[in-house]
């Protein structure tokens, strides 16, 4: 088996090892993980673990460079970096003399910040430890790019893991935008129905045959019908960047939550990402949903919250 290292959206470590789990041991066996990073052994193929959709990064730790098959790397540059707690950070002198020197002997490569497509780390862990490792590439979907604003794939792929999507389910996104969340229910998890709403409609949103958009106010679903979907999975305004004050922005919680409780079916799940403490406050005054997870997360740095509810019956 080979070590490996990878990062994923900070606050996830429960949903992580619970996906990683699920693979047979003597495929993949955990070794440590942390709030944002976990090592693990895997005799699966890079490939297979570069498409892994829930990571941000994967790194293969290197203990003897020589060792590691010429396939395994691209062209003939690298560059050598450091993370020290997750932050770019300096290699002091004599450290970087020698590990460059390794990767020259050893592996014949030439050190070239511009040319490079063979990015090594060194990498620091909180617990002192240090890891020598080469970034692996990431997958093609991780590297399409983004519109302003989008949320990432892999923390849309973390929300529908949490919903606990299947192909089957009727899924509905009430604060759509680009059609992230919807995009990957599609191509993550094969959701044959996927309803988006946004009040507008974005330039550049993400179109499928699987999903059917409406240009439509979260807080008027009238063209759903009662009990009709299985899943809600969304991420309303957070308000940091709204012109609304707190009673108009509390005013559309409330009532898209309503909403959201009309239309989904008995015992059925919403997923909410929330960056508004007054969002959450309003959900966990909510008598009409069960709070069965609340996941601290970090989203480009910002704190935020991934909600799991159930819709309890009246």
Known sequence: MQSYMATFVAGCQDIM?????????????????DESSV?????????KLIELRFFTNIYLIISEPGGLPKATFKGKYFRLMML????????????????????????????????????????????????????????????????????????????????GIKAKHIVLDMFAGYGSIPLEAVRGFGCRQFIAVDIQKLPSRHENASIRW?????????????SSIDRVVTDPPWGSYE?????????????????????????????????????????????????LKAHPILVSGKKAKIFKLQKMEQ
Request: hydrophobic content about 40%; charged content about 30%.
């Open 17 to 33: 090892l619970r996906q990683l789990k699920q693979m047979p041991l003597n495929k993949l066996k955990v070794t440590n993980l």
């Open 39 to 47: 090592t693990f052994d895997s005799d699966y193929p890079i490939e």
């Open 84 to 163: 020290k707690n997750g932050e770019p950070a300096q290699i002091n002198v004599p450290e970087r003399a020698n590990l460059e020197t390794r990767i020259k002997q050893d592996l014949g490569l030439e050190p070239n910040t511009h040319f490079s497509k063979n990015d090594f780390y060194l990498i620091e862990r909180a617990s002192g430890k240090k890891l020598f490792t080469l970034r692996l590439p990431r997958a093609k979907f991780k590297r399409e790019k983004l519109s302003a604003g989008e949320l990432r794939p892999e923390i849309a792929h973390i929300l529908c893991l949490v919903a």
């Open 214 to 226: 409406h240009e439509a106010d979260a807080r008027n679903l009238d063209f759903l019908a009662n």
């Open 243 to 291: 012109k609304s004050g707190e009673a108009e922005l509390s005013g559309l919680y409330k009532q898209f939550l309503g909403a959201m409780y009309r239309v989904l079916k008995r015992d059925g799940i919403a997923v909410i990402l929330s960056g508004s403490t007054l969002l959450d406050d309003i959900i966990q005054n909510n008598q009409d949903l069960k709070i």
